[in-house]
C-alpha cells in the first residue's frame, strides 16, 4: 500500500489512527497493540505472503536478542556473546542476500564465469533492506548493552511501525521505544496539526513535483533504451531531471513519514535535508538519507577503522591521516571506499548501483584530501571559505548530477549513452520553431540538427519545470526549516535556521493564511493521485 494512493490516505489511514485514538482512552497498551495489528494489515497490502517471510526473520532477530540479553546478565564471556551477534549478523546478510542478491550473484558468476546458471525470479519483500538494518543495529546495540531491556511487544512496534517500515528512516530502539513508552495515545491538537501539514507537504513534493518531473525524464530513458541516442540537452535534462525527481520523491516520503508518526505521537529521526545546497559531497552525505550515513559509519566505517587504527599502532606506524599520506589511503581512503561500495550495493543489485557507491566514495576521499590540501593555499581561512562556498557548491551540485545517471540508468548502454549526450558527442537537437527563431537551420549528419518529434511548447515546459523545481530546491527553505518551531523530527534542533543559499525564511503556525495554503497544496496533490506512481526508495 502505497502513501500516495486513496485506499492509503482515505481508508487505512484514517481508520487506523481514529482507533488508535479511540483505544488510547481506554487502555495504552491496547493502542500501541493496534499500530502492530495496523502494521502488519499494512505490510502485508501487497502480497500477503511478505507477513511469514519477514515474520521468520523476526522471530531468528528475537531469539538471538533474548540469548544476548541473558548472557549479558548471566556474565556469560564476552567471546560468547560476540559469537551470537556474528550469528546474527551473518544471518541477517544472508536473509537479505538470497531474497536481494541471488539473482545478481548468478549474473556475476555467469559473466565472469562464462557459463548460463538461471535462477527463478526472487520477489523481494518490500522494505527489506531497511529491515534488515534496523535489526542489525539493534543487535549491536543489545551485543553493547545500549538495550538493556525488551519485550516481544516493544521488539514488534520498533521493527514494523508503519510510517517507516518500508523506506526508513532507519531508526534505534534507544530513540524510539522511550517515546512509544511515554506516548498518552491521546488526541494531540499540535502533533495531529503538524502530522498533517508533513504529509500534505511530502504528498505535493512526491505527486506534483516528482511525478510532474518523471513525465519529462522517464521518456528519455526509454528512448535511450530503445536503442536511440540522446543529444545535448535532453541528456541534461534526463540527468538533472532525474536527481531533482528522486530528490523530491524522497524528500516527499521522508515529509509523509515524519508526519505519519506525528500524529501518532512519535517523532522519527532526521532523515532528509536540503542535499542540493551542500557546498561539499561530505556535507550532501550528511543532507541525504542521514540515518543511512549515520548506520554506515557507526556499523561499518567506524568499527573498521578502529580496528586499522590499531594495526597502524601495533606496527608502529603513523596513524594521523591529514599528516602521512600512508595513514590517510589506509584509514581514511580504503574504509571510505568500502563504506560507499556497501551503501550502493545496498541501493541496488547491479553492477552501475556498485559503480554509483564506488563513484561517490572517490568523490568523499578526493573531498577530504582536498579539506587537508586546499586552506594551506589561502592566506586566511575567511577568504577559503568565501572561494569554496560557491565553487564547491557547483562543484558538489554537478557531481551529484552525473552520478544520478549511473543511479537511474537500466544498463550500461544507456549509462554511456546519455553520459555521451551530456558531452555533446550526439549532437543538438532543437525543436524546429526553436532552431528558426534562433537562425539555425539543422542539418543531418551536424552537431545541430532538428528535433521533429519535440514540439516547442513541450520543449519550454520542460526547461521550466527545471527551473522551477531547481528554485525550490535550492532557493527556498526545506519543510523542516518551515517547521522547526514546532519540532517535526528528531534532531532538527541541531539544524541551522537557515542552510545554504536560502533566500526566503518561512515559518508555519497553525494560522488561517497556512491553512489555506496547505489545504490547496493537499488539493493539489490528491487530484493527482491515483496515476502510475510509486515512491523510488520503496524498490531498495
Same mark, same amino acid.
Given at each position: 500500500?502505497?502513501?500516495?494512493?486513496?485506499?492509503?490516505?482515505?481508508?487505512?489511514?484514517?481508520?487506523?489512527?481514529?482507533?488508535?485514538?479511540?483505544?488510547?482512552?481506554?487502555?495504552?497498551?491496547?493502542?500501541?497493540?493496534?499500530?502492530?495489528?495496523?502494521?502488519?494489515?499494512?505490510?502485508?497490502?501487497?502480497?500477503?505472503?511478505?507477513?511469514?517471510?519477514?515474520?521468520?526473520?523476526?522471530?531468528?532477530?528475537?531469539?538471538?536478542?533474548?540469548?544476548?540479553?541473558?548472557?549479558?546478565?548471566?556474565?556469560?564471556?564476552?567471546?560468547?556473546?560476540?559469537?551470537?551477534?556474528?550469528?546474527?549478523?551473518?544471518?541477517?546478510?544472508?536473509?537479505?542476500?538470497?531474497?536481494?542478491?541471488?539473482?545478481?550473484?548468478?549474473?556475476?558468476?555467469?559473466?565472469?564465469?562464462?557459463?548460463?546458471?538461471?535462477?527463478?525470479?526472487?520477489?523481494?519483500?518490500?522494505?527489506?533492506?531497511?529491515?534488515?538494518?534496523?535489526?542489525?543495529?539493534?543487535?549491536?546495540?543489545?551485543?553493547?548493552?545500549?538495550?538493556?531491556?525488551?519485550?516481544?511487544?516493544?521488539?514488534?512496534?520498533?521493527?514494523?511501525?508503519?510510517?517507516?517500515?518500508?523506506?526508513?528512516?532507519?531508526?534505534?530502539?534507544?530513540?524510539?521505544?522511550?517515546?512509544?513508552?511515554?506516548?498518552?495515545?491521546?488526541?494531540?491538537?499540535?502533533?495531529?496539526?503538524?502530522?498533517?501539514?508533513?504529509?500534505?507537504?511530502?504528498?505535493?513534493?512526491?505527486?506534483?513535483?516528482?511525478?510532474?518531473?518523471?513525465?519529462?525524464?522517464?521518456?528519455?530513458?526509454?528512448?535511450?533504451?530503445?536503442?536511440?541516442?540522446?543529444?545535448?540537452?535532453?541528456?541534461?535534462?534526463?540527468?538533472?531531471?532525474?536527481?531533482?525527481?528522486?530528490?523530491?520523491?524522497?524528500?516527499?516520503?521522508?515529509?509523509?513519514?515524519?508526519?505519519?508518526?506525528?500524529?501518532?505521537?512519535?517523532?522519527?529521526?532526521?532523515?532528509?535535508?536540503?542535499?542540493?545546497?551542500?557546498?561539499?559531497?561530505?556535507?550532501?552525505?550528511?543532507?541525504?538519507?542521514?540515518?543511512?550515513?549515520?548506520?554506515?559509519?557507526?556499523?561499518?566505517?567506524?568499527?573498521?577503522?578502529?580496528?586499522?587504527?590499531?594495526?597502524?599502532?601495533?606496527?608502529?606506524?603513523?596513524?594521523?591521516?591529514?599528516?602521512?599520506?600512508?595513514?590517510?589511503?589506509?584509514?581514511?581512503?580504503?574504509?571510505?571506499?568500502?563504506?560507499? +561500495?556497501? !551503501?550502493?550495493? &545496498? #541501493?541496488? *543489485?547491479?553492477?552501475? /548501483?556498485?559503480?554509483?557507491?564506488? %563513484? $561517490? @566514495?572517490?568523490? =568523499?576521499?578526493?573531498?577530504?584530501?582536498?579539506?587537508?590540501?586546499?586552506?594551506?593555499?589561502?592566506?586566511?581561512?575567511?577568504?577559503?571559505?568565501?572561494?569554496?562556498?560557491?565553487?564547491?557548491?557547483?562543484?558538489?551540485?554537478?557531481?551529484?548530477?552525473?552520478?544520478?545517471?549511473? +543511479?537511474? !540508468?537500466?544498463? &550500461? #548502454?544507456? *549509462?554511456?549513452?546519455? /553520459?555521451?549526450?551530456?558531452?555533446? %558527442? $550526439? @549532437?543538438?537537437? =532543437?525543436?524546429?520553431?526553436?532552431?528558426?527563431?534562433?537562425?539555425?537551420?539543422?542539418?543531418?549528419?551536424?552537431?545541430?540538427?532538428?528535433?521533429?518529434?519535440?514540439?516547442?511548447?513541450?520543449?519550454?515546459?520542460?526547461?521550466?519545470?527545471?527551473?522551477?523545481?531547481?528554485?525550490?530546491?535550492?532557493?527556498?527553505?526545506?519543510?523542516?526549516?518551515?517547521?522547526?518551531?514546532?519540532?517535526?523530527?528528531?534532531?532538527?534542533?541541531?539544524?541551522?535556521?537557515?542552510?545554504?543559499?536560502?533566500?526566503?525564511?518561512?515559518?508555519?503556525?497553525?494560522?488561517?493564511?497556512?491553512?489555506?495554503?496547505?489545504?490547496?497544496?493537499?488539493?493539489?496533490?490528491?487530484?493527482?493521485?491515483?496515476?502510475?506512481?510509486?515512491?523510488?526508495?520503496?524498490?531498495?
Amino acid at each position: 500500500m502505497l502513501f500516495n494512493s486513496y485506499e492509503f490516505l482515505f481508508a487505512f489511514l484514517p481508520v487506523t489512527l481514529v482507533v488508535f485514538l479511540l483505544l488510547g482512552r481506554a487502555s495504552r497498551n491496547l493502542a500501541l497493540g493496534w499500530l502492530i495489528v495496523a502494521s502488519l494489515a499494512f505490510y502485508a497490502w501487497w502480497r500477503p505472503i511478505n507477513v511469514p517471510i519477514i515474520g521468520v526473520s523476526l522471530a531468528v532477530n528475537f531469539t538471538l536478542a533474548r540469548l544476548l540479553q541473558r548472557f549479558a546478565a548471566a556474565n556469560r564471556p564476552a567471546g560468547l556473546r560476540v559469537a551470537v551477534l556474528l550469528v546474527g549478523i551473518a544471518f541477517n546478510i544472508a536473509f537479505l542476500g538470497y531474497f536481494k542478491y541471488a539473482n545478481f550473484i548468478v549474473t556475476a558468476v555467469n559473466d565472469v564465469a562464462g557459463t548460463s546458471f538461471v535462477l527463478r525470479q526472487i520477489i523481494l519483500p518490500l522494505g527489506i533492506s531497511f529491515i534488515t538494518f534496523q535489526k542489525i543495529a539493534f543487535l549491536v546495540d543489545v551485543q553493547a548493552g545500549r538495550v538493556e531491556s525488551f519485550t516481544l511487544r516493544d521488539y514488534l512496534l520498533f521493527v514494523l511501525f508503519f510510517p517507516q517500515l518500508i523506506a526508513g528512516p532507519i531508526v534505534h530502539y534507544r530513540e524510539m521505544m522511550p517515546q512509544f513508552h511515554a506516548n498518552p495515545c491521546r488526541f494531540d491538537r499540535e502533533a495531529m496539526a503538524v502530522g498533517l501539514t508533513m504529509i500534505s507537504f511530502g504528498l505535493f513534493k512526491k505527486v506534483v513535483l516528482a511525478d510532474g518531473m518523471a513525465a519529462y525524464v522517464t521518456p528519455i530513458y526509454s528512448h535511450a533504451g530503445a536503442g536511440g541516442s540522446i543529444s545535448l540537452l535532453p541528456a541534461w535534462v534526463a540527468a538533472i531531471g532525474f536527481t531533482l525527481q528522486l530528490y523530491f520523491d524522497f524528500s516527499g516520503y521522508s515529509d509523509m513519514a515524519a508526519g505519519l508518526a506525528r500524529c501518532f505521537g512519535v517523532r522519527l529521526p532526521l532523515n532528509f535535508y536540503s542535499p542540493l545546497q551542500a557546498s561539499s559531497i561530505i556535507d550532501f552525505w550528511l543532507r541525504w538519507h542521514v540515518t543511512l550515513t549515520r548506520f554506515l559509519t557507526a556499523y561499518v566505517y567506524n568499527p573498521l577503522l578502529l580496528r586499522l587504527t590499531r594495526q597502524r599502532f601495533a606496527k608502529g606506524l603513523p596513524a594521523q591521516p591529514r599528516q602521512h599520506l600512508g595513514a590517510f589511503l589506509q584509514l581514511l581512503a580504503g574504509p571510505t571506499l568500502l563504506t560507499m +561500495f556497501i !551503501s550502493g550495493l &545496498w #541501493h541496488g *543489485a547491479g553492477y552501475l /548501483f556498485v559503480l554509483w557507491g564506488l %563513484l $561517490h @566514495g572517490v568523490y =568523499l576521499v578526493i573531498n577530504h584530501a582536498w579539506r587537508i590540501v586546499g586552506p594551506k593555499l589561502w592566506s586566511t581561512k575567511e577568504s577559503y571559505a568565501r572561494f569554496m562556498a560557491p565553487v564547491g557548491f557547483v562543484i558538489t551540485f554537478f557531481a551529484v548530477v552525473l552520478g544520478m545517471i549511473l +543511479f537511474r !540508468s537500466p544498463n &550500461w #548502454h544507456v *549509462a554511456v549513452d546519455v /553520459f555521451k549526450g551530456t558531452l555533446g %558527442l $550526439h @549532437g543538438l537537437e =532543437l525543436p524546429r520553431l526553436i532552431a528558426q527563431k534562433l537562425g539555425v537551420h539543422g542539418v543531418p549528419g551536424h552537431f545541430v540538427s532538428i528535433a521533429e518529434a519535440l514540439p516547442a511548447k513541450e520543449f519550454f515546459a520542460m526547461i521550466l519545470w527545471i527551473v522551477v523545481l531547481l528554485f525550490i530546491a535550492l532557493l527556498l527553505p526545506n519543510s523542516i526549516q518551515i517547521m522547526a518551531q514546532h519540532d517535526p523530527v528528531l534532531g532538527a534542533k541541531d539544524r541551522p535556521a537557515n542552510t545554504g543559499i536560502s533566500l526566503l525564511a518561512m515559518s508555519w503556525n497553525p494560522t488561517l493564511i497556512w491553512a489555506i495554503v496547505m489545504s490547496l497544496m493537499a488539493a493539489a496533490a490528491v487530484m493527482r493521485v491515483g496515476g502510475p506512481s510509486e515512491f523510488l526508495y520503496w524498490q531498495f
